[in-house]
């Protein structure tokens, strides 16, 4: 918002100018009008132009991403649909969550890429994604509904093809501080044949990028790890426009 400066207008009385006049007659005194003061004209207020939006191309989200030769020895990288993991929940209030967890893509993006990486069958598998959303705005906009979706859900249901259903957890937890106003969260199974089995994840931005790190049996150092990774990596690549 641009302000509009204050304008004092200074107004300067002229002296009285006296005039005396002598030739046996008495004093006259004579008083001069002071001069017209022309006020200063106040400039109007200049309108802020929101940024336009930022256009992000697949091309150069897929360069910001991290790729199977950043990561340690031992991981495979893998189909993203086929290794997707799916959630389900009883109740109305963990419908926004499941939008989420269940989602490819970000709410509102413009362009998303994703990568999929396993450790091996103990895991941990983990999925990056970078979605482009056109401004910070909008980043912080999609965080903040995520971390309400979050607060509104305490409990999701993992679907485990095979092996039955594992009622997990839902909750909050410390961000790695990477990135504009990270948020995290974990699911913990509580019940069920992945009982114990933890899934940690982090949303945060790159300017108008959203970063999501999804981490499936790994632990909350594991996180902490990948997000830093992945975000210096998004870093070289996406700049301010």
């Known amino acids: 918002m641009t302000r509009s400066p204050s304008i004092t207008l200074s107004i300067t009385l002229a002296a009285l100018l006296l005039s005396l006049t002598a030739c046996g007659q008495g004093d006259d005194q004579q008083t001069a009008a002071p001069p017209a003061v022309t006020p200063t004209p106040t400039p109007s207020p200049t309108a802020t132009t929101p940024a336009?939006?930022?256009?992000?191309?697949?091309?150069?989200?897929?360069?910001?991403?991290?790729?199977?030769?950043?990561?340690?020895?031992?991981?495979?990288?893998?189909?993203?649909?086929?290794?997707?993991?799916?959630?389900?929940?009883?109740?109305?209030?963990?419908?926004?969550?499941?939008?989420?967890?269940?989602?490819?893509?970000?709410?509102?993006?413009?362009?998303s890429v994703t990568r999929s990486?396993?450790?091996?069958?103990?895991?941990?598998?983990?999925?990056?994604?970078?979605?482009?959303?056109?401004?910070?705005?909008?980043?912080?906009?999609?965080?903040?509904?995520?971390?309400?979706?979050?607060?509104?859900?305490?409990?999701?249901?993992?679907?485990?093809?095979?092996?039955?259903?594992?009622?997990?957890?839902?909750?909050?937890?410390?961000?790695p501080q990477y990135g504009s106003k990270p948020f995290a969260f974990r699911l913990t199974g509580t019940s069920g044949p992945k009982r114990g089995l933890e899934y940690v994840a982090v949303v945060t931005g790159v300017d108008d990028v959203t970063l999501s790190v999804r981490i499936l049996a790994g632990q909350d150092l594991e996180l902490d790890a990948a997000t830093e990774a992945a975000f210096t990596k998004a870093r070289s690549v996406v700049q301010p426009a």
């Open 117 to 175: 990486f396993s450790g091996g069958p103990e895991g941990p598998d983990i999925d990056y994604g970078l979605h482009s959303m056109g401004t910070a705005a909008k980043v912080e906009e999609l965080r903040e509904s995520y971390a309400d979706a979050v607060e509104s859900c305490p409990k999701v249901t993992l679907k485990t093809e095979g092996a039955g259903n594992t009622s997990m957890k839902v909750e909050t937890i410390t961000a």
């Open 52 to 111: 336009a939006p930022i256009t992000r191309t697949k091309t150069e989200l897929t360069k910001a991403l991290l790729e199977l030769a950043d990561l340690p020895e031992g991981f495979t990288e893998e189909d993203s649909d086929e290794n997707a993991v799916r959630f389900s929940a009883p109740t109305s209030s963990c419908k926004a969550l499941m939008k989420y967890l269940n989602a490819a893509e970000a709410k509102g993006a413009k362009a």
